[in-house]
C-alpha cells in the first residue's frame, strides 16, 4: 500500500539527515516528507540531503500540531493509504515501521501506536512526566473505557481513514493525546505496539522536565473538553 | 464636577474612536459598540435620575456601583468576543501557513521534472 512517512522537523539540523537516510536504507517502498516547521538552523538543507524526500517547508513556525497536519493534508491530497509519524531526533526505532504497516494492510487496525510502556524497554523518564503519562492515561480508561500506555507517543502509524479525519481536524496542542481519545470516541480501533525508544542524542525536547507538570495539567483538561467536544 | 468632567471625556472617546474609523484603522463594525456606550456615558451624566431609578429598582444604593457591575459584564464580554476572534483569526494564518508550504512543495517537484527533461 501506498506509505508515507512524516517527519515533523524543528531545528533538527544534527539528526535529520540520519534519521532519513535511516529509513532509505531499511525501506525502499516508501515515501518521506520532511515538514519544516520554520526551523532557524539547517535542519531544511540538512533534510534535502536525498533527492527523493518531499520537502514540505512552513513558512513560519506552527508548532507540532499545525506542522503534523500539514503533513497529514499532504497524504490526504496525494491518496496514500498509510501514514507512519516519526520524530526528527532519532528517538523512533524505524525498524518498527514494518511490523505497524503489516497491521494496518491486514486491516487489523486503524491506528498503531508505538509504546515505551507495554514492555519495559529501559527508556528513560523523569518522574513527573511518567506520572503525568499514566494519570492522563487512566482518565483516557475512564472516560472511553479503553486503554491506551503511551498517550504522547508521536510514533504512530494510520491508515487513510484517519489520515482523512487528520487533514480535516488536528489539534494544535498537545496532538498525541488528543487525538488518540478523538479516535476512540469516534470507535476506531487503535493498537498499541511495544517499540524501543533511543534517548535523545542532540537537541532539546519540546517539553522541558520543569514544564511537564503544568504540560500533563493541560492535557488532562483538554482531555475532559474533548469529551464534550461537537464532532466537527 | 464630575459629570460635567465625564461628558467632556466621553466627547474626547467619540472623537478619538471616528478619527480612528476615518483613517481606517478600526472597521466601522467595531466601533458602534463604543460610540454606544459614549452616548449612554452622556445620557447618564447629563440625567443622573436615570441610573438612581435604575439602582433603585435593583436594590442597589449607592448608584455608581451599578454603573460599575454593568461596565465590567460588558467588558467581559467583549473580551470573550474579541478572543473568539482572534481563534479564529489564528486558524485562518495555520491554514494559509499549510496551504502556502504544499504550493512551495508543487512548484518545486515541477521545477524538477522540467529539470530532469
Not at chain 1, 536504507?25 to 516508501?30: C, F, H, I, S, T
Not at chain 1, 481513514?161 to 476512540?184: R, S
Not at chain 1, 480501533?189 to 500533563?216: C, D
Request: charged share 20%.
Amino acid at each position: 500500500m501506498k506509505t508515507i512517512i512524516i517527519i515533523p522537523a524543528y531545528n533538527e539540523q544534527e539528526t535529520i539527515k540520519k534519521v532519513v537516510n535511516n529509513i532509505y536504507e531499511q525501506y525502499n517502498d516508501v515515501d518521506v516528507a520532511v515538514i519544516n516547521d520554520g526551523s532557524t538552523d539547517n535542519t531544511l538543507n540538512e533534510a534535502k540531503c536525498n533527492k527523493k524526500v518531499i520537502i514540505i517547508d512552513l513558512p513560519c513556525n506552527l508548532g507540532i500540531g499545525g506542522a503534523m497536519q500539514t503533513g497529514y493534508l499532504y497524504a490526504y491530497r496525494n491518496n496514500y493509504e498509510i501514514a507512519i509519524q516519526v520524530d526528527a531526533d532519532g528517538q523512533h526505532d524505524i525498524s518498527y515501521i514494518k511490523q505497524m504497516r503489516n497491521i494496518i494492510e491486514h486491516g487489523q487496525s486503524n491506528m498503531v501506536i508505538g509504546s515505551r510502556f507495554i514492555e519495559n524497554t529501559g527508556y528513560k523518564q523523569t518522574f513527573a512526566r511518567m506520572l503525568g503519562i499514566k494519570i492522563n492515561s487512566m482518565i483516557i480508561k475512564v472516560l472511553t473505557k479503553r486503554r491506551i500506555y503511551d498517550i504522547t507517543s508521536g510514533f504512530r502509524a494510520v491508515d487513510r481513514d484517519i489520515i482523512k479525519c487528520f487533514a480535516k481536524d488536528y489539534p494544535y496542542d498537545y496532538p498525541e493525546p488528543a487525538t488518540n481519545m478523538q479516535m476512540i470516541i469516534k470507535g476506531k480501533n487503535i493498537k498499541e505496539i511495544p517499540v524501543k525508544m533511543y534517548n535523545r542524542t542532540a537537541g532539546v525536547s519540546s517539553i522541558s522536565p520543569l514544564k511537564s507538570v503544568k504540560y500533563m495539567l493541560k492535557v488532562t483538561l483538554s482531555l475532559f473538553l474533548m469529551k464534550i467536544k461537537k464532532d466537527v | 464636577m464630575i459629570y460635567i468632567c465625564t461628558i467632556i471625556f466621553a466627547i474626547i472617546f467619540i472623537i478619538f474612536i471616528l478619527n480612528l474609523v476615518r483613517k481606517n484603522k478600526l472597521d466601522e463594525k467595531y466601533s458602534i459598540l463604543w460610540l454606544f456606550f459614549s452616548v449612554i456615558i452622556i445620557g447618564v451624566s447629563i440625567y443622573p435620575g436615570i441610573l438612581e431609578q435604575i439602582s433603585k429598582l435593583f436594590d442597589v444604593y449607592y448608584p455608581p456601583a451599578l454603573l460599575l457591575l454593568f461596565a465590567i459584564i460588558i467588558l467581559g464580554a467583549y473580551i470573550v468576543h474579541i478572543i473568539l476572534i482572534i481563534t479564529n483569526q489564528n486558524k485562518m494564518i495555520i491554514k494559509l501557513t499549510q496551504e502556502i508550504a504544499l504550493l512551495k512543495e508543487e512548484i518545486m517537484r515541477k521545477d524538477n521534472i522540467k529539470d530532469e527533461k
